[in-house]
T-cell receptor
């Protein structure tokens, strides 16, 4: 079974802190994604990566950066956390296009509260 | 631009009733994938089905069935004889593999199955 693991289930941080959300997948997927989920807004794509050291902005990248130094690991970084970044963060991974199995598999989510 | 619309924000039905969740999509590509995911109260998104744009055959899996109609750009999901365990948020999603590997989600439909 595909396993996508996020380092924390719940996180509370202070405004202005630098926050790292870590995600690891064990299926050798090329693609990895970070989404945030807010009530009434569904899942919105923050960043995705299709290879090591490669990244592309999603729909809401402002205030975030990412790092992918190894294929299995994709980190989301909040350089200076703000209260409007309080949300549920979901990591996902998938095979690259060109394969028939393009669905994404998700981690359990990290509920981040910025106070 | 790609877009997924789930017009039903919230639905409540009594157990054993049938229920259909609507999904309408927009894309300019002839090659695309559609997905449905389930998010139970635990929070982790669970992949349910993938359908590619060249396969309009409807699919049935137990009490779940999916109706894909390119003529109306819809990919609707029906649960037959609903059960309390079906209570969850359901997301429809779209990807365009000739463009990139992004997966764009609708805002979700929260389904309540009442005992």
């Amino acid at each position: 079974d595909v396993k996508v693991t996020q380092s924390s289930r719940y996180l509370v941080k202070r405004t202005g802190e630098k926050v790292f959300l870590e995600c690891v997948q064990d299926m050798d997927h090329e693609n990895m994604f970070w989404y945030r989920q807010d009530p009434g807004l569904g899942l919105r794509l923050i960043y995705f990566s299709y290879d090591v050291k490669m990244k592309e902005k999603g729909d809401i990248p402002e205030g975030y950066s990412v790092s992918r130094e190894k294929k299995e690991r994709f980190s989301l970084i909040l350089e200076s956390a703000s209260t409007n970044q309080t949300s549920m963060y979901l990591c996902a991974s998938s095979f690259r296009r060109g394969t028939s199995n393009t669905e994404a598999f998700f981690g359990q989510g990290t509920r981040l509260t910025v106070v | 631009a790609q877009k997924v619309t789930q017009a039903q924000t919230e639905i409540s039905v009594v157990e054993k009733e049938d229920v259909t969740l609507d999904c309408v999509y927009e894309t300019r590509d002839t090659t695309y994938y559609l997905f449905w995911y389930k998010q139970p109260p635990s929070g982790e998104l669970v992949f349910l089905i993938r359908r590619n744009s060249f396969d309009e055959q409807n699919e049935i899996s137990g009490r779940y069935s999916w109706n894909f109609q390119k003529s109306t750009s819809s990919f609707n999901f029906t649960i037959t004889a609903s059960q309390v365990v079906d209570s969850a948020v359901y997301f429809c999603a779209l990807s365009e593999p000739n463009r990139d590997d992004k997966i764009i989600f609708g805002k979700g439909t929260r389904l309540h199955i009442l005992p």
